[in-house]
């Protein structure tokens, strides 16, 4: 074979060459492409395990959020009743002050003039009753004469007539006397009283919370009490709170409440609640219902216009056995009711309805309590998968109470202590060729699966 030939077969073999290799690059891709995906799907098909929950001790709550303020249970606005120039302001916002204690003073020159006036008055009417008894002491005096000449016929008719009507004459003018007196007294009276108005007092113990007057200002009483400061009761506060048209119906009055606020921290109040009001407000077309309850403030750790977060307790349950939601099958409807709401509202402890008063039944973790407002006590049946002492898994129905979306209170069929399948561990690393949990993963699996 000459060299021409030789270079020209050259060419071929070379492509041919390429196309091997390209071949067996692609046919390996391929087989790595299928050897991770049955590796994923084993390692996937190999770690799951089944999330096991033990019953424990715990509480359970259900709450309707709402936003509310704080407000004084008492105040008083204490205002003017007398025209004049605020003179004197003797208390300032923040000051506590004491029933009759003197807030404020008004220009009283125009009402001590009326009352010296009046006074004047009086006196002069009063210097008229000597002249009055006197000139009544002369016309009796006249009548008894005429009389007596009369009957000696020595007297006119006509005297004996004029005789007793100044009689008459002079008992009226000292009667309208008397009576102009009174009625100057009167006035006397009402203008010491306009004096006293002049002086403001406190009408009650408490803080002075707003001043809406400062000395100097005129003030015009004709038309209404114009409003100078005002005193609330800051030992009692009231939490005015806006609850929506969707959860009004199930905000009941007596029902446990408590609430938080910014600055408080983890603080709690707790209180139940007090009135509903019935006149909605409507908000940018929100209808919004107020709710009231009260609170002790004995520390004088809340104040007025505070922002709350308001915490109504529809039902709970203290330091009972709970298990999680997630491992529950239920297999019937909630019966009517909830469980009754017990006592009152401590002022800041803890009331009756949240400590609870036992539930009737002893049952591991005894001593629990419950709170609810709805009526008589709600339970319903329900299915979980329980492990057993072989570590394999048994079916088993149980009674539950109060329910969250996160746990539910176990009333019979379970004990503190006992594990349940809640749901489905996937993916875990390392899992795979653990005898005793592949044989649980089986089990699991043959029965159905996590409802």
Not at 14 to 38: E, M, N, Q
């Amino acid at each position: 074979m000459n060299t021409s030939e030789i270079e020209s077969e050259t060419p071929v073999i070379t492509r041919r060459g390429r196309k091997l290799w390209i071949v067996a690059i692609v046919l390996l891709l391929c087989g790595a492409g299928s050897w991770y995906y049955w590796q994923s799907n084993s390692q996937q098909e190999t770690t799951n395990q089944p999330l096991i929950a033990t019953v424990q001790i715990g509480n359970i709550e259900n709450t309707i959020t709402a936003a509310g303020s704080l407000q004084p249970f008492d105040f008083v606005d204490v205002g003017a009743q007398v025209n004049g120039i605020l003179e004197t302001l003797h208390v300032d916002i923040g000051d506590v002050v004491e029933e009759g204690q003197l807030l404020a003073e008004i220009d009283a020159r125009i009402q001590l003039a009326r009352v010296e006036a009046s006074r004047a008055s009086i006196e002069a009417l009063e210097a008229q009753i000597a002249a009055r008894n006197a000139s009544l002491a002369l016309a009796r005096a006249n009548a008894r004469r005429q009389e007596r000449l009369r009957d000696a016929d020595a007297t006119s008719e006509l005297d004996y007539d004029n005789a007793i009507n100044n009689l008459a004459s002079a008992e009226a003018g000292l009667i309208q006397l008397e009576k102009q007196i009174i009625q100057s007294k009167a006035s006397l009276e009402s203008d010491e009283t306009q004096l006293e108005f002049s002086r403001i007092y406190a009408p009650s113990a408490g803080t002075v919370v707003s001043l809406d007057m400062n000395e100097g200002r005129t003030i015009n009483a004709n038309q209404q009490a114009p409003t100078i400061l005002r005193i609330a009761d800051l030992s009692t506060m009231t939490v005015e709170t806006e609850i929506s048209e969707a959860d009004i119906s199930s905000i009941k009055k007596g029902m446990p409440v408590y609430f938080t606020t910014l600055g408080g921290g983890n603080r709690r109040w707790y209180s139940t609640v007090r009135q509903i009001l019935p006149t909605p407000i409507v908000e940018n077309n929100v209808v919004l219902y107020t709710g009231l309850f009260d609170i002790d403030n004995s520390d004088g750790s809340l104040l007025s216009d505070m922002t709350a977060q308001v915490y109504f307790v529809t039902s709970s349950a203290e330091n009972v056995p709970t298990v999680p939601v997630g491992a529950l099958t239920f297999i019937d409807q909630p019966a009517a009711g909830g469980f009754a709401g017990a006592g009152g509202a401590g002022a800041t402890g803890r009331p009756a309805a949240f400590r609870g008063a036992g539930n009737g039944a002893a049952r591991p973790g005894a001593g629990a309590g419950r709170a609810n407002t709805q009526g008589a006590p709600a339970t319903r049946l329900a299915r979980v998968q329980v492990v057993n002492s072989n570590g394999g898994f048994e079916e088993r129905e149980i009674m539950v109470g109060v329910t969250s979306r996160i746990s539910a209170e176990v009333i019979s069929g379970l004990e503190v202590g006992d594990e349940v399948v809640a749901g489905i561990l996937q993916n875990i690393p390392g899992a795979a060729g653990q005898g005793g949990q592949t044989d649980r993963r089986e089990m699991f699996r043959a029965m159905g699966g996590f409802r």
